[in-house]
């Protein structure tokens, strides 16, 4: 196992077009996230499923975000009509089940908005 | 809700140089903490966690002891490398799973 797999690395994208990023957690990792990464900032939490529902989402999650995780392996993350403001690194990362377990990081999707 | 404030970067510092980077947190409890790095070009990765009060978490040469009589969990490396050159995260759990994450500090390391 290669560990967290994200696609694509790079997206560049036109205002109000919409894009969808793809991860692949750990194979035998039930939880996977999604945060969101602005320059010179930490990440911030945008939603949580185990297996396949859809656990939590952060109030940063508006209307045109979306995420699925439909048979519990990869999850997609969509953001329609995209913004300038959306222009940051989605970052996806998997855990196993258990407490304090570590959560494993993909290397990100850069998203522009020109 | 809990959160975490770091001390601001970026950190220069000289090979073999001591190094601390400050790490407070407001929480409900007494949540495990960790500590991510995050290398050029590569991913966040867990560099160390420590579970409960005056746990110190190790990894790498580094430190971080939980307190909460002072609510700190500051890193600390006796000797830097240039390889520890990067940019280091102070995180605790914030909801179900979720971590909230401080904003980061850059490590720059000459040698």
């Known amino acids: 196992d290669t560990g967290v797999s994200q696609d694509p690395r790079h997206k560049i994208t036109k205002r109000g077009q919409n894009v969808t990023f793809r991860c692949d957690p750990i194979s035998e990792h039930n939880r996977l996230y999604w945060y969101r990464q602005t320059l010179g900032q930490g990440p911030e939490f945008l939603t949580y499923f185990q297996n396949e529902a859809q656990l939590e989402k952060s109030r940063l999650l508006s209307d045109r975000f979306s995420a699925e995780r439909p048979k519990g392996s990869f999850s997609t993350l969509e953001i329609q009509r995209t913004e300038q403001g959306d222009s940051a690194m989605y970052l996806c990362a998997s855990s196993s089940l258990g407490t304090d377990t570590e959560a494993f990081f993909g290397q990100g999707t850069r998203l522009t908005v020109v | 809700g809990n959160s975490v404030t770091q001390m601001e970067g970026p950190v220069t510092l000289s090979e073999e140089a001591f190094l601390t980077i400050n790490c407070t947190y407001t929480?409900?409890?007494?949540?495990?903490l960790f500590w991510y790095v995050q290398y050029p070009g590569e991913g966040l990765q867990l560099l160390l966690k420590a579970t409960k009060a005056d746990d110190k978490g190790s990894n790498k040469g580094f430190e971080a002891t939980y307190r909460k009589e002072t609510t700190s969990f500051h890193l600390e490396k006796g000797s830097v490398q240039v390889s520890d050159s990067a940019v280091y995260f102070c995180a605790l759990p914030t909801g179900r799973r979720a971590l909230t994450f401080g904003s980061g500090t850059r490590l720059q390391v000459q040698p």
């Open positions: 929480a409900t409890g007494y949540p495990s």
